[in-house]
């Protein structure tokens, strides 16, 4: 683990790749300089990012034109990553999206669950395979339904 | 404008300045940067509660009070210190109250941090007019310049409110950066020292209802509601009123 404040991140070398799992708060503090040194094609794992702000992003997007040429993946993209994809074209730059995390929540006992969808669901805007709605397994009773509008959810599908 | 979806138009002279219908925030943006600074996208038309409420204050040169404000249950916090900003976002999100919101939890924290933001770094001028706190750094507020958050948790939603004593923004500032923002081009993001210029728009995006009153010289309040199923029931409902006020 690198040590940061509120920023941090774990590689796993995966041979010619490194994936990287991202952890904590993306803003004007986060530097991505030992990043850029790994020199190589990236996954980059969201999972476990709970925050990004303005000047976050701003950071991520210089973040992404200092990469240069470098294949990048994202993967287990959490909504909060979602929004930024779709308010922020540039918060993706040229990178791949692997995975998205898409948020459920019960009408009935308000439970929620956040279901992972590989991108094979969201090639394109035209062939989205989301589930809009399952039965709950907390209450038993209730539907869980999507809690955005798929094709709002999914608009940096290109 | 969406297929067979048109504004409203005014009715009087009074409403020059405000417009109704449904469309999406981006075309809302495009009014803003006409000059309309009352901007109502809703299913209802000029029957929609905010509507009425906006009309009848632009009739009476009086600030109207919004469905959303209206709450037994306020809470407040004062903050001079920028450094708190992520305590106090924790403490309204594990509020006693907001049980059942944590879906709302991400855009409340967005929101509360950007709001924040813009009280600390951009409502305060030094001598030269340039912000008197630089966002590199930690801010410290005098008394004088102390925000004030306030909030709320309803059955449906949270309201929250930040005031800075600055009375800095304008209605141009606002609307150039949101016609920025949503042309989502090449120059969405700033590359000033004082932030992205991205934080309204991110607002903008994230509640149901945004009002901004300006004092010139003595106040910028920016209120703002989120429903908690703003994504998925009448995504494009919303409203964005500015409201400049004269000094007493």
């Known amino acids: 683990m690198i040590p940061s404040d509120k920023f941090k991140f ?63 993946v994202y993967e287990e993209c959490p909504p909060l990553i979602v929004r930024q994809l779709n308010m922020v074209p540039s918060f993706a ?66 | 404008m969406k297929n067979g979806q048109k504004a409203l138009a005014p009715e009087s002279a009074h409403e020059e300045r405000l417009i109704c219908g449904l469309f999406s925030r981006k075309h809302g943006a495009q009014f803003i940067l006409s000059g309309i600074a009352h901007v109502h996208s809703t299913h209802f038309g000029k029957k929609d509660s905010c509507v009425q409420a906006t009309k009848s204050a632009l009739n009476t040169d009086h600030l109207p009070e919004y469905v959303w404000e ?3 249950k306020i809470f407040t916090l004062t903050l001079k210190d920028s450094l708190s900003r992520s305590e106090v976002i924790q403490k309204v999100l594990n509020h006693p109250e907001a049980i059942g919101k944590k879906r709302m939890e991400e855009r409340v924290s967005l929101v509360l941090e950007e709001l924040l933001s813009n009280g600390f770094y951009h409502a305060y001028s030094n001598r030269t007019g340039k912000n008197k706190y630089q966002r590199t750094k930690a801010a410290h507020l005098t008394d004088k310049e102390a925000l004030s958050l306030r909030f709320a948790f309803t059955e449906d939603g949270i ?39 991205l934080g309204t728009y991110l607002v903008l995006e994230a509640v149901s209802h945004l009002k901004i009153v300006v004092t010139a010289g003595v106040s910028t309040v920016v209120s703002c509601w989120i429903s908690d199923r703003m994504a998925s029931n009448h995504a494009d409902s919303f409203s964005f009123n500015f409201f400049q006020k004269s000094k007493i």
Not at chain 1, 10 to 36: A, N, Y
Not at chain 1, 125 to 133: C, F, V
């Open chain 1, 10 to 72: 774990e590689v796993i070398d995966q041979g010619s790749t490194k994936k990287l799992l991202l952890k904590g708060v993306i803003d004007e503090d986060s530097t991505f300089e030992s990043i850029l040194k790994l020199s190589s094609p990236l996954v980059l794992n969201f999972k476990d990012i709970t925050s990004i702000n303005s000047c976050g992003i701003r950071s991520w997007v210089n973040f992404l034109k200092d990469l240069g040429e470098t294949k990048v």
């Open chain 1, 93 to 158: 730059g040229t990178a791949t999206i692997s995975s998205v995390y898409v948020s459920y929540v019960c009408d009935n006992c308000e439970a929620e669950k956040k279901i992972l969808v590989d991108a094979d669901k969201f090639r394109t805007k035209q062939s989205l395979q989301i589930a809009e709605s399952f039965p709950c397994e907390s209450c038993k009773e209730g539907e869980m339904e999507l809690d955005s509008h798929p094709k709002q959810y999914f608009a940096f599908v290109k």
């Open chain 2, 70 to 72: 209206k709450h037994n």
């Open chain 2, 159 to 197: 309201f929250i409110e930040v005031t800075d004593q600055g009375g800095k923004l304008t209605f141009d500032e606002v609307a150039s950066a949101l016609s920025r923002c949503y042309d989502r081009g090449g120059k969405q993001i700033e590359d000033k020292e004082s932030g992205a210029g």
